[in-house]
């Protein structure tokens, strides 16, 4: 397969690290949009200093549309509705260590699964959405006030809230630098900033290589790893109240992508993950074998060495430096 690069991409090849600013950025790998088995090979580089990782030739904004579509959509929506609200009971301990109430928002809030686990009268809700379906959803599932649109033309007043909240939505954004400090605006003093975002050092990244599920391409444009999201968090004048890594396994997909790439070579007709709500009567042969076998063993043997598959931080709004009378 070729490396197509068209006018529906933009260069970054010779972009600055949006973390450190570190000029070196090297190759680390190339590999296909698996979710819809398409051809076009992306390019991801590397910061050796933070160790950010982003795709090199991004699509531009106006054709990155192309890349979701309903399937997509779906494929989300069902996995985000799954979650129930014990799923979401980890993070409201993690939030309620700080903040006990107040005003909250969730960046990328989809249809409500975390606002409708946070409803409490104790909380004033807001959400960002780009999908007004999701958004409506939203709004008549938590009674959040959800704005619909893209996460820096948020109608937010500076200083007003208390919690932000962002769930797997940074490493979809053109600039999260830019988002990161519109945060930071957005927040009291005192307020934090509580995130998620795959892990590109995680042990399950280095194990499944391309066929990595998280990698995303070319929906995740950056890739972050402990060091890297801290990096870019000190850099723009938060404080950084935890950052740990979680074990959420995502060895099903990644193996399907393996499986579906063997079909692929051999010229055996299979449904992409694209089309996961009519999974075919090999695939779901083949994934009971794996869930009563190998699964559960390379899982539990993955997650005795390195790092966890999620980066969980909370990053806090520093209160203003007295000035010494
Ligand atoms: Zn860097």
Redesign the pocket.
């Known amino acids: 397969m070729a490396v197509t690069l068209s006018t529906e991409f933009e260069c970054r090849n010779e972009s600055a690290?949006v973390?450190?600013g570190?000029r070196q950025a090297e190759n680390y790998l190339s590999a296909p949009d698996r979710f819809f088995s398409r051809d076009i090979i992306y390019k991801l580089v590397r910061?050796p200093?933070?160790s950010?990782v982003w795709l090199s030739s991004p699509p531009l904004p106006s054709r990155i549309g192309e890349h979701y579509g309903p399937s997509y959509d779906s494929f989300i929506r069902k996995a985000t509705e799954k979650k129930s609200d014990q799923h979401w009971q980890q993070t409201l301990s993690t939030i309620q260590k700080y903040k006990s109430g107040g005003s909250l928002l969730d960046l990328g809030c989809g249809a409500g699964s975390f606002l409708g686990a946070m409803r409490n009268p104790q909380w004033k809700l807001f959400g960002v959405e780009m999908s007004e379906q999701c958004a409506t959803m939203a709004r008549q599932r938590t009674g959040a006030t959800v704005f619909t649109g893209d996460v820096l033309d948020a109608d937010i007043t500076p200083g007003s809230l208390d919690v932000v909240t962002c769930f797997h939505v940074l490493e979809h954004v053109y600039s999260p630098a830019e988002v990161m400090a519109q945060v930071f605006s957005w927040l009291k003093p005192g307020g934090i900033f509580c995130v998620h975002v795959p892990n590109i050092g995680a042990a399950e990244a280095r194990v499944f290589g391309t066929y990595w599920y998280p990698l995303e391409l070319p929906r995740h444009l950056y890739h972050f790893s402990p060091a890297?999201l801290s990096?870019l968090g000190k850099s723009l004048g938060f404080d950084e109240a935890e950052l740990i890594t979680c074990r959420v396994s995502f060895i099903e997909y990644s193996t399907r992508h393996i499986l579906s790439s063997l079909l692929l070579r051999f010229g055996i007709p299979h449904p992409d993950l694209a089309s996961a709500s009519a999974p075919g009567l090999l695939w779901r042969i083949f994934r009971k074998g794996l869930r009563l076998t190998v699964l559960p063993a390379l899982s539990a043997i993955i997650s005795m060495t390195g790092q966890g598959q999620i980066v969980e931080a909370v990053f806090r709004k520093p209160f203003p430096v007295q000035a010494a009378e």
Do not use: E, H
Request: net charge neutral.
């Open positions: 690290c973390a450190c570190g910061c200093s933070c950010l890297s990096y």
